[in-house]
């Protein structure tokens, strides 16, 4: 082959994501079952993970449907064994589960004297510390944890890799969500220590940290009922320097960028942002 010459084919990889059945990752599993890989689906919700599976074996791909609980070692080991049994050891992790909750979001993006204190009003100072620890363990423990249990499979393994996924609110906090971004921070750190630790293993640990994407999963906090921009979103428009919000698929380019070794073999330890340009936007 001409060295110039780049395609993507991942025939003979198996690839397990978690969160797999969520709305960015399972197009990522759409991607790598239409390149050739063994795709593992791995979710919370069953159904979604083995619906997702099976749409992906009946489009001519292999795939399969794994419950697992990322916050639960014993749920992890109990799925490492289902796929190491089924398609055998992992060559691609793409740590995909994590997401928000209510409990650890303030009703303020600044702190108000007025209504501190106020029946309703949920300020810093009066979030949930089991909520707090709960989001901050979804997205950073559930990245942890897998990384130990699946991360055995790559080690001197050619092409092996583990992906995870950032967060603008890695590279700034974002208002009424602290823990989130927190553990998004963490996480974009963490994927640099990996990097460091796995380099002489063979494996290449790298982020992903999508921008804003509209998606049915949350429009109802974008877009008013009538189409027009929520209050939150004309702020992000105003500070995306491209002015709209990214498309799902213009996320998988980079994806494949980075898993191919072919493509990114001396890339390891970074955080790569799709985000029409938010990150580098100082605001004036």
């Given at each position: 082959?001409?060295?110039?010459?780049?395609?993507?084919?991942?025939?003979?990889k198996?690839?397990v994501?978690?969160?797999?059945a969520?709305?960015?990752?399972?197009?990522?599993?759409?991607?790598?079952?239409h390149?050739?890989?063994k795709v593992?689906?791995?979710?919370l919700?069953?159904?979604?993970?083995?619906?997702?599976?099976?749409?992906?074996?009946?489009?001519?791909?292999?795939?399969?449907?794994?419950k697992?609980n990322?916050?639960e070692?014993?749920?992890?080991?109990?799925?490492?064994?289902?796929?190491?049994a089924a398609?055998?050891?992992?060559?691609?992790?793409?740590?995909g589960?994590?997401?928000?909750?209510?409990?650890?979001?303030?009703?303020?993006?600044?702190?108000?004297a007025?209504?501190?204190?106020?029946?309703?009003?949920k300020?810093?100072?009066?979030?949930?510390?089991?909520?707090?620890?709960?989001?901050?363990?979804?997205?950073?423990?559930?990245?942890?944890?897998?990384?130990?249990?699946f991360?055995?499979d790559?080690?001197?393994k050619?092409?092996?890799?583990?992906?995870?996924?950032?967060?603008?609110?890695?590279?700034?906090?974002?208002?009424?969500?602290?823990?989130y971004?927190a553990?998004?921070?963490?996480?974009?750190?963490?994927?640099?220590?990996?990097?460091?630790?796995?380099?002489?293993s063979?494996v290449?640990?790298?982020?992903?940290?999508?921008?804003?994407?509209?998606?049915?999963?949350?429009?109802?906090?974008?877009?008013?009922?009538?189409?027009t921009?929520?209050?939150?979103?004309?702020?992000?428009?105003?500070?995306?320097?491209?002015?709209?919000?990214?498309?799902?698929?213009?996320?998988?380019?980079?994806?494949?960028?980075?898993l191919?070794?072919?493509?990114?073999?001396?890339?390891?330890?970074?955080?790569?942002p799709?985000?029409?340009?938010?990150?580098?936007?100082?605001?004036?």
């Open positions: 082959m001409n060295r110039y010459d780049y395609t993507y084919d991942f025939h003979g198996v690839a994501v978690t969160g797999g969520g709305v960015l990752c399972s197009d990522f599993c759409r991607l790598l079952a390149h050739g890989a593992a689906v791995l979710d919700f069953e159904d979604k993970a083995k619906a997702l599976a099976a749409e992906l074996v009946a489009a001519g791909g292999e795939a399969m449907g794994v697992v990322v916050l070692r014993q749920s992890i080991e109990t799925a490492h064994e289902t796929v190491l398609f055998g050891p992992c060559d691609i992790l793409i740590n589960a994590g997401g928000n909750n209510p409990r650890a979001t303030t009703d303020d993006e600044f702190f108000d007025i209504k501190f204190g106020q029946p309703g009003h300020s810093f100072f009066d979030l949930d510390p089991d909520g707090f620890a709960f989001v901050f363990g979804l997205n950073f423990t559930g990245t942890l944890i897998p990384t130990q249990v991360a055995k790559l080690i001197g050619t092409g092996s890799t583990i992906l995870n996924i950032s967060s603008m609110n890695a590279f700034k906090p974002l208002t009424k969500i602290p823990a971004s553990a998004k921070a963490a996480i974009s750190n963490f994927t640099q220590w990996l990097a460091v630790y796995f380099a002489k063979g290449r640990v790298n982020a992903i940290a999508p921008g804003f994407f509209s998606t049915q999963q949350n429009a109802a906090l974008l877009w008013n009922a009538d189409g921009p929520t209050a939150r979103t004309a702020k992000i428009l105003n500070n995306t320097p491209m002015g709209r919000m990214g498309e799902p698929d213009e996320l998988l380019g980079t994806l494949l960028w980075l191919d070794a072919k493509s990114s073999g001396f890339v390891t330890g970074i955080v790569v799709v985000d029409g340009g938010f990150s580098a936007y100082s605001g004036v």
